[in-house]
């Protein structure tokens, strides 16, 4: 099968290169000492929404921004060994995460590992098999509202033993249809810094 997307992204990268200037002498560390877990939604643009450019900040990004325990490692990695001293936990509205369950799906899963579709009726497997019941094991870390979902990650990350209590770790909620963030300030206050 040929790709249609592998072409466009080579070209727009050879654009890039072009224009790069002096960004290959950009520091490792990021430069306003801040990172942001949010969300892959490709409908976030996190340095837009955000004002930041290349080199100003660490942006870790999962299935509903959520503080697994990989965003923890990245996060733990941006403060102790590149110096962030701020965190932002972005959750947004009209979220994929909030769709289905994990038992949702696992069952899909189970049926094949072919793209499932979704419609008033619910989710529906269209693959031929075969399927796998390797995602018994996976906690999806699905949503059921998005303001609770930021207070609880915010706090699972206030209270892991390698997050400095003087990090500030701030919740919001950036909504899709208007590109603003709505603060959640039961997160916030979960996530003040107390040293």
């Known amino acids: 099968m040929s790709s249609s997307v592998l072409p466009a992204v080579l070209a727009a990268n050879a654009g890039?290169?072009?224009?790069?200037?002096?960004?290959?002498?950009?520091?490792?560390?990021?430069?306003?000492?801040?990172?942001?877990?949010?969300?892959?939604?490709?409908?976030?643009?996190?340095?837009?929404?955000?004002?930041?450019?290349?080199?100003?900040?660490?942006?870790?990004?999962?299935?509903?921004?959520?503080?697994?325990?990989?965003?923890?490692?990245?996060?733990?990695?941006?403060?102790?060994?590149?110096?962030?001293?701020?965190?932002?936990?972005?959750h947004h509205t009209n979220c994929g995460m909030e769709l289905f369950t994990d038992e949702i799906i696992r069952g899909l899963l189970a049926q094949s590992l072919d793209t499932a579709s979704i419609d008033a009726t619910g989710w529906h497997d269209h693959g031929k098999g075969p399927g796998s019941h390797h995602g018994e094991f996976i906690d999806w870390l699905t949503i059921k509202e998005q303001a609770q979902s930021v207070k609880t990650d915010v706090e699972r990350i206030r209270n892991h033993p390698l997050v400095p209590r003087s990090i500030p770790i701030y919740g919001y909620v950036y909504d899709v249809a208007t590109g603003g963030l709505v603060e959640i300030p039961d997160a916030h206050q979960v996530g003040r810094a107390t040293r």
């Open 16 to 90: 890039y290169k072009q224009s790069f200037g002096t960004k290959g002498t950009l520091a490792l560390p990021p430069a306003r000492q801040f990172a942001v877990l949010t969300c892959m939604d490709a409908r976030i643009d996190p340095a837009k929404a955000l004002g930041f450019a290349e080199g100003d900040a660490h942006v870790i990004r999962n299935a509903g921004g959520r503080a697994s325990d990989d965003a923890l490692r990245s996060l733990v990695i941006s403060h102790k060994l590149l110096g962030t001293k701020e965190w932002f936990v972005i």
